[in-house]
């Protein structure tokens, strides 16, 4: 596909926020002709806020949806208004278009290395197929859009190949460009996240492949929280401006996400348990800010500044954990999205507006998919409504 048949199939509303910064490299021109393209605002955490009172499953509807019944799927035509996109495989990555209207964005299948655009009212349309490893808990893993997308059309992943984990760069119909390469790779804990942070730098979450010693090892980049710029250096303002580390003690990291407050959650499946940490950058990791003895598979999250929100790949439901305003949680979680409420079991999970996010499910990878899995969701962002409760 050329550069200039990617494009939105709908102009976007504006998103109000002034775009900052340029990533812009020799060897890759900008696209040869202009196309409509989303207006995009930092990639932030969601304000306190309403949406939906129900995300929709087999029953409830979506964003925007009706309620009540909803028939089930016919082969790949799903009538849940919340699904913009169906008959995908085992998305654990994603890249909303903020405040596109209507919703789009792109998706990444995790074992295929395939990125989708998906668009409310559209079937997904193939954009690239990034060379990926996926016979492990690697693969296509992560996607970010540039900060200034708008202009340059540049999408940042992180893959797994046969010999490393690393960040690349891509453009539609175009060869991926590496960023950053040599992150240890294993026969597990590849695993990981990326995100774009309001800085426009980098967040990389890499698994320990394998091996717990690297994850504490300075001179690995394994089983690390990783702020990079765009040329794959240690970002400007890391606490320590020789490394691009900001945090070490990771696992199989599942999802990052930011809130008002700048600093990372990243959640991360251990042996033992999932957890989820509230990231200092520059400082020990320390105990989790929660933690699953019951490992429903932690992956991606969204934190407003009441509630943190976070995806479970194996338990398939949303675990809802209500903040005060430090960002401390408050109370045991809350679940939403079980059973027919929900969409089985979710993988990747990003921002699209301050009041609805863009899950991929997993279905396909150890779950029991329907005939229009694996789907691309939209959720409500919920705010806290949690009673009482308190800490494991």
């Known amino acids: 596909m050329s550069r200039s048949g990617w494009r939105l199939a709908a102009c976007c509303v504006a998103a109000g926020l002034a775009l900052s910064g340029c990533v812009s490299f020799a060897e890759q021109p900008p696209p040869a002709k202009w ?5 995009l605002a930092p990639e932030t955490g969601p304000g306190q806020g309403g949406g939906p009172s129900r995300n929709g499953g087999g029953g409830g509807g979506g964003p925007g949806g009706p309620q009540g ?3 089930p799927p016919e082969g790949c035509k799903d009538f849940n208004p919340a699904v913009i996109g169906t008959c ?8 909303p278009f903020p405040n596109s209207d209507p919703p789009a964005g ?3 299948e995790r074992k295929s290395g395939r990125v989708m655009q998906v668009q409310r009212g559209s079937n997904p349309n193939a954009v690239i197929t990034l060379p990926v490893d996926g016979t492990t808990d690697g693969g296509l893993l992560g996607l970010a859009l540039s900060q200034s997308y708008t202009e340059d059309q540049l999408v940042y992943a992180y893959i797994t ?3 490393d984990n ?3 760069r891509f453009t539609a119909g175009d060869s991926p460009k590496p960023v950053l390469i040599g992150i240890p790779r294993g026969p597990s804990g590849n695993h990981g996240a990326l995100m774009r942070d309001r800085s426009g730098s980098l967040l990389v979450a890499t698994g320990n492949a394998g091996n717990p010693a690297l994850a504490a090892d300075p001179k690995s980049l394994a089983g690390k929280l990783l702020r990079i710029d765009t040329a ?7 606490p320590d401006p020789s490394t691009a580390v900001i945090a070490s003690g990771f696992h199989a990291p599942g999802g990052i996400c930011v809130g008002v407050d700048s600093r990372p959650w990243v959640t991360d499946r251990t042996p033992q348990q999932d957890a989820i940490h509230r990231v200092d950058p520059g400082k020990p990791l320390g105990n989790p800010a929660w933690r699953w003895t019951e490992k429903p598979g932690v992956a991606g999250c969204v934190v407003t500044p009441s509630l943190l929100m976070v995806a479970t790949s194996v338990a398939g439901n949303m675990q809802n954990l209500p903040l005060n305003p430090d960002g401390v949680i408050t109370a045991k979680p809350t679940v939403s999205m079980a059973e027919k409420e929900g969409f089985g079991r979710l993988g990747a999970m990003a921002v699209l507006n301050p009041s609805v996010a863009l899950v991929g499910t997993v279905n396909k990878s150890g779950g029991t998919p329907i005939s229009s899995d694996d789907r691309a969701v939209l959720i409500a962002i919920q705010p806290s409504n949690a009673n009482g409760g308190g800490k494991d």
């Open 35 to 39: 196309t409509t393209q989303p207006q």
């Open 69 to 71: 019944q909803i028939p």
């Open 88 to 95: 995908m495989d085992t998305i654990d990555a994603v890249a």
């Open 106 to 108: 792109l998706v990444g």
């Open 161 to 163: 190949t046969p010999t």
């Open 166 to 168: 690393r960040v690349v």
């Open 232 to 238: 794959g250096k240690p970002a400007k303002g890391n």
